[in-house]
């Protein structure tokens, strides 16, 4: 009896920051929509009861985009671009701030109705995930047929759940699955089977392989190769001989769809961060009270990103980067796990007595390693210290 097809299925959420967005903001529909703001810009009631919406033409500072709707998207607008200059070529789109526990929520519900469906799934983030389809439509007369069924059943299961859409790409393997999904955004379902990478795979950009980065793709352009089915040409020789044995490699693997990782079901994090980049550069001295507060509040989401996740770490990070784009960061190691956010702010304020603080600030974040499962921590160790008796954290790094 031969083996079932292998059927790996790429779920991916459309536009989802701004999808959960426009459910709550209904009015905007159809309109360029960018997510990537601040506090400062949430919507505000007018005196006639109607909403009033910041827009980019309005915005100063250094923020990026996080997602735009497609709308936005028509003008070039997309994820990692400046806000500043989004605003030159849509100035009149609508900005929003990001409110990750509201997409984190959506992200949990749609995760749930999936694993009704399909249970082995692998997280890969808010908006994205792996579902090992090979035992569910594998093994069926025509396990093609029966992956396009299971697709739409999981698109029509997302989308009752959080009434939002998602894109499916199904193939024999993640990596070609990665691809399928984004092929015919938004509302998608493709099927690849491996006698399609020639006709589909192929003619694309040579990036749109996850694992080319903007480094590989310019190397791999000063040889020639623009396009996937350009990559797949090159002996797999001259790419070990250009890139290394291990990724020259799975560079000649991965242009032609070969991938055996598999859906990975229970994964345990490294770590988990919180960071900020300011609207402003902020100085150590003039915005301390500012500063301080800021910090506060990534050391207190970061402990409750813990405790949501039933982690606690040993190891807390603090990470800086100045306004020349210099970054540094430093580690302190407690002699007990916690989640504690007080601790955790004094962990970290450890590690900022440690940080040069004479120029303006860019950013700042704060990092927890060494995690430990609620109770499958390691032996008890000394008892948590607390401050010495006259030690204050310089600057902003007081409380």
Request: proline share 8%; with cysteine.
């Amino acid at each position: 009896m031969s083996a079932p097809t292998r059927l790996i299925a790429h779920l991916d959420m459309d536009a989802f920051y701004a999808s959960v967005e426009l459910l709550r903001y209904p009015q905007l529909r159809g309109q360029p929509v960018v997510i990537g703001g601040g506090r400062a810009h949430q919507p505000v009631t007018g005196p006639d009861g109607e909403l009033r919406f910041a827009t980019l033409r309005s915005y100063a500072g250094r923020g990026v985009i996080t997602t735009a709707t497609y709308e936005a998207r028509a003008f070039g607008v997309r994820a990692g671009i400046g806000l500043m200059k989004a605003a030159r070529v849509a100035p009149d789109a609508v900005l929003l701030p990001v409110d990750m526990e509201e997409y984190r929520r959506y992200s949990r519900r749609f995760k749930a109705a999936v694993r009704e469906i399909a249970p082995l799934v692998e997280d890969r983030g808010v908006d994205e995930i792996y579902i090992d389809l090979t035992g569910l439509a594998g093994s069926a007369p025509d396990p093609w047929d029966a992956a396009h069924a299971m697709g739409a059943r999981l698109r029509q299961a997302v989308q009752a759940a959080t009434g939002l859409s998602c894109s499916i790409g199904i193939t024999p393997n993640k990596l070609l699955s990665k691809i399928a999904s984004d092929l015919d955004k938004p509302g998608g379902l493709t099927l690849l089977r491996p006698e399609d990478i020639a006709t589909r795979i192929w003619p694309l950009p040579a990036s749109r392989i996850n694992g080319i980065g903007p480094k590989a793709a310019q190397r791999l352009q000063a040889m020639g190769i623009t396009l996937i089915g350009e990559l797949a040409a090159v002996p797999a020789h001259q790419l070990v001989a250009h890139f290394g044995r291990s990724y020259g490699a799975w560079l000649h693997e991965a242009a032609h769809g070969r991938d055996e990782r598999p859906v990975v079901t229970a994964s345990e994090p490294k770590s988990i961060s919180r960071e900020t980049t300011f609207e402003r550069d902020l100085d150590p001295v003039q915005d301390r009270a500012e500063l301080s507060a800021r910090f506060t509040e990534l050391c207190q989401r970061l402990a409750e990103d813990l405790r949501r996740k039933g982690y606690l770490a040993r190891a807390i990070g603090l990470k800086i980067r100045y306004a020349d784009f210099r970054t540094v960061t430093r580690d302190f190691t407690a002699p007990q796990p916690t989640r504690d956010p007080a601790l955790i702010r004094r962990h970290a304020g450890e590690c900022l007595r440690r940080v040069p603080l004479d120029q303006r600030l860019r950013l700042v974040g704060v990092r927890a390693g060494s995690l430990h499962r609620e109770g499958e921590l390691p032996p008890p160790g000394v008892a948590e210290p607390g401050p010495p008796a006259q030690a204050s954290l310089p600057l902003f790094g007081d409380g």
